[in-house]
């Protein structure tokens, strides 16, 4: 699907980034592995290559503009353009702690943090894919946008505030024939196992309901319409599906894939 394509995965080490990574390089396309972790990238461009793909790596903060125009700027002129970008970094962040207790700071990290990346490195993109006329944003929220959880609130503010710019980015861009589209998984409890800061991020949730972390992970999927959590292939494929023309109609939503957790 994505035959003679380039694409620009930050947070590439991740669980997400590495996984819709894998896929894109199967797919065809040239990926471009971005994060601040050497031999996190590393090592998925070892699995990329091994599987007969192409990848590059570059160590660069997604939270630093300069760092990412530079990146960007490089990635075109050697590849002749940039087709694909899907933000997937992870923030640590506050979960589980309630209003009443919730410090300002911790409140505002997420949406700082994400709400950054995301402006950054789409901007950066988009200069490169507005002179070629074409390309596609990814971004990634989940359900917590919709789901009203107590001790969520920086978190699910910060899923509203990206599928919000996802929608007027697509507004934007649109008419230089750019498409962009949020991707809304629900918990993959597979992420963390594989040692996303997810992990981190839902220790406390898991401890104030007298779990450990693996029996947090393995509860069952009660608000899921299919009795599962969504897994990294589900997001992954989804994810190369969309970045490809077969999706070419698709701008300016958010691509539920929560497994039913809530429904449109």
């Known amino acids: 699907m994505l035959e003679n394509k380039t694409a620009i995965v930050y947070g590439a080490g991740g669980?997400?980034?590495?996984?819709?990574?894998?896929t894109f390089a199967?797919?065809?396309?040239?990926?471009h592995l971005v994060g601040r972790t050497l031999a996190k990238l590393e090592a998925v461009a070892k699995e990329i290559e091994a599987a007969?793909?192409?990848?590059?790596?570059?160590t660069v903060d997604a939270l630093d503009e300069a760092a990412v125009r530079e990146h960007t700027e490089a990635v075109a002129a050697r590849d002749g353009g940039i087709d694909v970008a899907l933000n997937a970094i992870g923030i640590p962040h506050v979960q589980g702690t309630r209003y009443t207790e919730l410090s300002l700071d911790d409140?505002?990290?997420?949406?700082?943090?994400?709400?950054?990346?995301n402006f950054i490195t789409a901007q950066a993109?988009?200069?490169q894919?507005?002179?070629?006329?074409?390309?596609?944003?990814?971004?990634?929220s989940t359900s917590g946008s919709r789901l009203a959880i107590p001790g969520t609130l920086g978190y699910s503010t910060t899923c509203a505030a990206i599928e919000a710019t996802?929608?007027?980015?697509?507004a934007e861009l649109g008419p230089s024939g750019i498409r962009v589209v949020c991707l809304?998984?629900?918990m993959i409890p597979e992420a963390g196992k594989l040692g996303s800061h997810s992990r981190a991020v839902f220790a406390p949730v898991a401890d104030s309901l007298g779990l450990t972390i693996d029996e947090f992970f393995a509860a069952p999927a009660d608000r899921s319409l299919l009795g599962r959590w969504p897994t990294l292939a589900d997001v992954a494929e989804a994810a190369a599906f969309l970045a490809s023309d077969r999706a070419a109609a698709t701008t300016g939503t958010v691509i539920n894939l929560t497994a039913g957790a809530i429904v449109n």
Do not use: H, K, N, W
């Open 129 to 140: 894919m507005t002179a070629q006329g074409s390309g596609v944003i990814l971004t990634i």
């Open 107 to 117: 409140y505002l990290l997420p949406i700082s943090g994400y709400c950054r990346t």
């Open 166 to 170: 996802t929608r007027i980015l697509a």
């Open 184 to 186: 809304q998984p629900d």
């Open 52 to 58: 007969g793909g192409a990848a590059d790596v570059g």
């Open 125 to 127: 993109v988009a200069r």
């Open 15 to 22: 669980a997400i980034g590495g996984a819709a990574a894998r």
């Open 26 to 31: 199967r797919e065809g396309a040239r990926v």
